[in-house]
């Protein structure tokens, strides 16, 4: 796990054995049996490599569960934007290697304090949750992969868990510029720390040049000449020794000498290191890390991440339009505001944020709108002032922004939001008209019944009254005139005693 620094402190690695000391953690993964496991794998991984020297391979696409977790009372749960901004991020990180990642899914239903701070004892309600299906991601508030050692104080970042098959990472450090994920994710492939060995107990002058034949982890020293780096530190040749478990200040780690006397220079911008202090956009894998990786992914053990499945690979370009409500409109009742806003080539799902505050941070309800357009949301409050704002993106491309922010206020009247269950389609025709023109009405009924035509404009007042129609099982059609109406934005709604439809009509000039 990376990304973490508080000066004077000492870090080390929490992980299936803990040693006792107090202060700061970092990582979830370094030492005990957790490691035990990954060294095997890797080992194995390495073997195969050497067995089959030539590889093969293309694209492929991971599919990742993410577990959005918050509290028994539904707070603290990670903002869905940052996990776009993490995944778009991931995608760029592992591009060079072929391998990227797509959403199947983002859990957001998780109100659970085991799982939000003390994961260590919701195992099994966890594995219920699991996608079989999919590489999963749990983003909690405290990541705690053992109970925390009485008198000692650690913040671990996030962990793999190689029983569990899954990843945990702190809510904290999902954001674009943290490379806690990838670090994560090279573990969940199997990879090692480049400083495996001094997780726990990293170089210090305490214990002395040239350092020990065998590293406080137990792992033999890698040298820097390289002659035993298939069997010592992380088993990767073209990492270089790294015994650097702790956070160091900068990017250039020249203090502590291999066993022979030598200096080590490890590279301090792998993934897999813990240096932090490096440009965030030249951190990487090594050539070897990433062969072990695909051989990883290629074992029978991932068969469950692979399919022919490939997803919605459109790039998305364009900014979605608000066009309802904006500019301070008022719409028509408080309780059922329709949400409007052109759609954009490539999004499957469009983020729908709305709140008191144009930062977004009062009370911010967060919805994902999926196939549509519009959506109509229930829970506003009377007599209040919003923001509203879109993120349009797909399962595999969430690197689109938001729009800019539209406005508007409720007022205190309570419409009725049940959809007319006997109506199966209307349409309005043609869509923006002119001011002098007339629109005409298009219904399906599976059932005649009469309805109350009224269009609003942007203020919630009305604008024209057409009265009460009679709507014929099948189909029907009306005129309405629209002549002397202001351009600008009007919500036609179908009144029932069993509900309200709303449609959006744009009076050009």
Known sequence: MK??????????????ALHAQTNHSRCGNSGGEWQDIITERLLRNKQTLADNPVQFRSTVYVPVRFHLVANTAG???????????????????????????????????INNNAIYSTQYTAGTVMNLLRDPTALNVWIVDLATPVAPTPGETTIVLGYYNPQRDWVVIRRSEVRANSVTLPHEFGH???????HNG????????????PAPIISPGGVPTERQNGSNCDTAGDYICDTPPDYNGLGYPTCNYNIAQDPTGVFINPDEKLFMSYFDFC???EY??????????????????????RSTFVPNLTEITETPVLTYPVGGAIPPGYNAVNFQWTAVAGADFYLLEIDRAASYTINPLRIIVSGTNNHTVTTLEPNRSYFWRIRPYNAYRTCATFTQSGTFQTNNTIVNTTDITDLNEWSIAPNPVYAQGSIQINLQASRGFEGVFTLYNTAGQVARQYGKQRINTGATSFDFNVEALQPGIYMLTLDHEEGREVRRVVVAR
């Open 3 to 16: 990304k973490l620094m508080v000066a004077a402190i000492l870090l080390f690695c929490g992980g299936m």
């Open 75 to 109: 707070q603290g749960r990670v903002e869905h934007w940052r996990v776009l901004e993490q995944l778009c991020r991931l995608n760029q990180d592992f591009a060079d290697m072929d391998m990227q990642f797509y959403i199947k899914g983002m859990n957001d239903n």
């Open 188 to 194: 969940f492939f199997d990879l090692a720390h480049t």
């Open 198 to 209: 001094w997780d726990a107990t990293p170089w210090s002058p305490s214990i002395g040049n």
């Open 279 to 281: 440009p965030r956009d």
């Open 284 to 305: 990487y894998f090594s050539p070897t890390q990433v062969d072990l990786m695909w051989a990883d992914y290629n074992h029978s053990s991932r068969n469950y991440l």
